[in-house]
């Protein structure tokens, strides 16, 4: 079973910058893909960014792209979100996430096809 655990959120004012880290259990964690999503208080959980097992490829939804970036170092088991020029509207809990299967040439952003979801953390940011 994939276990994952994120850190680095807090309370922050607008256009600061934070780093969220995802630390995942397993020997495997090189063969998945993984993505970050985030849930705002009464509102749906939505995508942020996906990154490729290898971290070659990257997509980011589009209110976060240009500011966000993802990466991952397999030899630590950690995927991260650099969040910079942070907004009041990216105020929300921040998950970490793994599809069921290895990457197979497709990132999902319909948070349906992750099977595996740490806990959250959360991020404040003030105007």
């Known amino acids: 079973q994939v276990q994952l655990v994120e850190s680095g959120g807090g309370l922050v004012q607008a256009g600061d910058s934070l780093r969220l880290s995802c630390a995942a259990s397993g020997p495997t964690f090189s063969s998945y893909a993984m993505g970050w999503f985030r849930q705002a208080p009464g509102k749906e959980r939505e995508f942020v960014a996906a990154?490729?097992?290898?971290?070659?490829?990257?997509y980011y939804a589009d209110s976060v792209k240009g500011r966000f970036t993802i990466s991952r170092d397999n030899a630590k088991n950690t995927v991260y979100l650099q969040m910079n020029s942070l907004k009041p509207e990216d105020t929300a809990n921040y998950y970490c996430?793994?599809?069921?299967?290895?990457?197979?040439?497709?990132?999902?952003?319909?948070?349906?096809?992750?099977?595996?979801w740490g806990q959250g953390t959360r991020v404040t940011v003030s105007s």
């Open positions: 996430a793994s599809p069921s299967a290895a990457y197979s040439g497709t990132l999902y952003t319909s948070s349906s096809r992750y099977a595996y």
């Open positions: 990154v490729s097992q290898s971290g070659g490829r990257t």
